[in-house]
């Protein structure tokens, strides 16, 4: 008799590690698809039907045996025995189903399973181990039983080796098969790391009955997103504890994603095959592992996408939304409005309703996903949770998720957080569990190129994607050059557009030069150069803000000043340093104004000699006048 365990009486969380990311854990299924004969009272073709497991898996965490088109007219009559490469032998179904007879399903079985089967109809799922009536052991070479039902047994034990199923129809006339054969599939989790970025330290008591547990128990982990059914979220983890008091302490980790978007979480353990209930909600340390808002942080690894903060393998950052690609330090900004990017909305023909549905789509453009709009037939009210999904399908790393709430038909979701899309990549996205939809798709299969649904005839959805463009804001190369509004600085500081400051200062002092004389053609050179006015080329006139502008040609001015003259990498000319002519302005000037003392200088002696010379002449006349009064 199995003990009987009462739920942890405590919960603590704490000692995380942010340190490297570890594994998060193996899932594998192996098959053999060759089919199974099931012949009238007798042994089926071929008996047995055997998978050989490679290694390394690990300690199993979970069993799942999946049988693939199986189709009898009285399944009663079948009895399906599994025997482990360690030699336990496991009844999945003992004469089950009655009479009823069944056509090409897939028929699974699990430990974990919530149902069982019975002696009415059976329809397509997954089923614990049942046994309905008693037909006797299998024919030999099978096991002569009797047969356990509990494969939780099985956790904890290394499944490497030859799997046998042991069909067998225990009663007369009726027959089937097992058209595509059988597999079988392991939850085999790689141990939790103290060096992961996801781990956390979980303590916990276990009571058997009134008395406090001690020593060795193998127990089982589990993280879901919802107090009893819903989700398994990331891998099992199964671990043999030492039991002091009831007191346990263990490492856990779920994966890197299995707390993002701050939802709630619990915490489910399986002692000895028993599931401990209720399940406990895990409480603020692990769901720390995502920070929606920190003033400060000593160190943050496995940052790929957070709050808009990106860092990729190379250690290169973006900031609001930027790819981080080019150079160690992006910052970006969105545009203005957002535009469609892609959308398959010209047939809306057939309503679909489900638990979950899906549509992959290829990505037109770089730009931030900040709106979805999809169409339905029902209207508003329906909720669900809308997750967008890296890659096709579900299986790729979620980017952000939400809850939504449709406030009409043909409804539009804005993103919380938006998601950086890169063009020509694939991205999903989901609605799962919702309420009261009716969601549209077209009766074409695969009318959008871009992608893929999961209906069942793999229609496309009705949908639009909304993209806001991100242009660069600031960006440092990786040479340490920084650039404004442009990802190709020529300097140590390129600004794309017009630049507002109280001051701007350059070294100019004496002890910072050498060899220092004047500018003696200043005057000279000045004269040479010749302003202009001119039109801003289109793609420089959107940068700068206007068209008409007034100043010199780089390359005309580079055959007098080549010292105010700029060059980019590759020696081509790009601009002049106006502030340089200062000194070149200033000296003229002096120059001039030298030239205009001289002249005035010289003027000067010049109206001198005028006065002399008009003074002389007075003289003259006044002379004329005497001797003339003498004749």
């Not at 068209?547 to 000319?573: I, N, R, S």
């Amino acid at each position: 008799m199995k003990p009987t365990w009462s739920r942890k009486l405590s919960l603590s969380l704490g000692c995380l590690s942010v340190l490297a990311l570890a594994g998060t854990g193996i899932a594998q299924t192996f098959n053999n698809s060759v089919p199974i004969t099931i012949n009238d009272n007798s042994a089926a073709t071929p008996y047995p039907s055997s998978i050989g497991v490679a290694g390394p898996i690990g300690n199993i965490a979970g069993i799942t045996v999946t049988l693939s088109g199986f189709s009898h007219t009285f399944p009663a009559d079948c009895l399906f025995v599994l025997v482990a490469p360690n030699a336990r032998a496991y009844a999945l179904s003992g004469r089950c189903g009655g009479g009823n007879g069944i056509t090409n399903i897939t028929l699974g079985f699990s430990p974990d399973a919530t149902g069982s089967l019975t002696g009415g109809p059976i329809s397509a799922g997954t089923y614990r181990p049942s046994v309905c009536l008693n037909g006797g052991p299998a024919p030999a070479p099978a096991p002569a039983g009797p047969y356990s039902t509990d494969m939780t047994d099985l956790f904890g034990t290394n499944p490497v080796g030859t799997w046998s199923l042991y069909v067998a129809d225990q009663a007369g006339v009726d027959v089937g098969q097992i058209a595509g054969g059988w597999s079988i599939s392991f939850d085999a989790p790689l141990p939790a790391s103290g060096t992961s970025s996801s781990a956390f330290t979980y303590q916990g008591q276990l009571k058997n009955g009134a008395a406090l547990a001690q020593g060795d128990r193998l127990i089982r982990y589990r993280l879901y997103d919802a107090l009893s059914g819903g989700g398994q979220i990331g891998p099992s983890r199964i671990a043999t504890e030492t039991l002091v008091d009831g007191v346990f302490t263990t490492l856990l980790d779920f994966g890197p994603n299995s707390f993002t978007g701050g939802a709630a979480r619990w915490l489910e353990l399986t002692v000895g095959g028993t599931v401990l209930s209720p399940r406990q909600p895990v409480t603020a340390a692990p769901r720390a592992l995502e920070a929606f808002h920190a003033l400060s942080a000593d160190i943050a690894t496995n940052s790929t996408n957070t709050r808009g903060i990106t860092v990729d393998s190379a250690d290169r950052v973006g900031i609001a939304g930027a790819p981080a690609a080019g150079g160690p330090f992006t910052v970006t900004a969105y545009s203005a409005a957002a535009t469609l990017d892609q959308a398959q909305n010209t047939s809306v023909t057939t309503p679909f309703n489900g638990s979950l549905f899906w549509q992959s789509f290829t990505a037109g453009s770089n730009g931030a996903l900040v709106s979805l709009r999809i169409r339905n037939g029902v209207g508003a009210g329906w909720t669900a949770t809308m997750t967008i999904y890296a890659g096709e399908g579900t299986g790729g790393a979620v980017l952000t998720s939400q809850s939504v709430t449709a406030a009409g038909l043909n409804p539009s979701f804005t993103l919380s957080n938006p998601v950086v899309l890169a063009a020509g990549s694939k991205y999903t996205f989901a609605f799962s569990n919702p309420v009261g939809a009716a969601i549209r798709c077209d009766a074409g299969t695969n009318v959008y190129a871009g992608g893929v649904a999961n209906l069942s005839a793999i229609f496309d959805l009705w949908f639009e994607t909304y993209v806001q463009g991100l242009s660069p804001a600031l960006f440092v190369a990786s040479s340490g050059r920084v650039g404004i509004n442009t990802t190709t600085p020529s300097q140590a500081l390129t600004v794309n557009g017009n630049v507002l400051a109280n001051n701007v200062a350059v070294p100019s002092s004496i002890r910072f030069k050498d060899k220092v004389y004047p500018l003696d053609d200043a005057l000279a050179s000045l004269l040479k150069l010749s302003g202009v006015r001119f039109d801003w080329k289109p793609e420089f006139a959107a940068q700068r803000g206007f068209t008409h502008d007034l100043g010199f040609v780089a390359e005309d001015v580079e055959k007098v000043f080549p010292e105010v003259v700029m060059h980019d990498a590759q020696g081509q000319v790009i601009g002049m340093d106006y502030s340089r002519l200062t000194a070149v302005a200033v000296q003229a000037i002096k120059q001039q104004q030298m030239q205009i003392e001289r002249l005035k200088t010289e003027a000067a002696g010049v109206e001198r000699l005028r006065t002399e010379n008009a003074e002389i002449k007075q003289r003259l006349a006044t002379l004329e006048k005497l001797i003339g009064s003498q004749k």
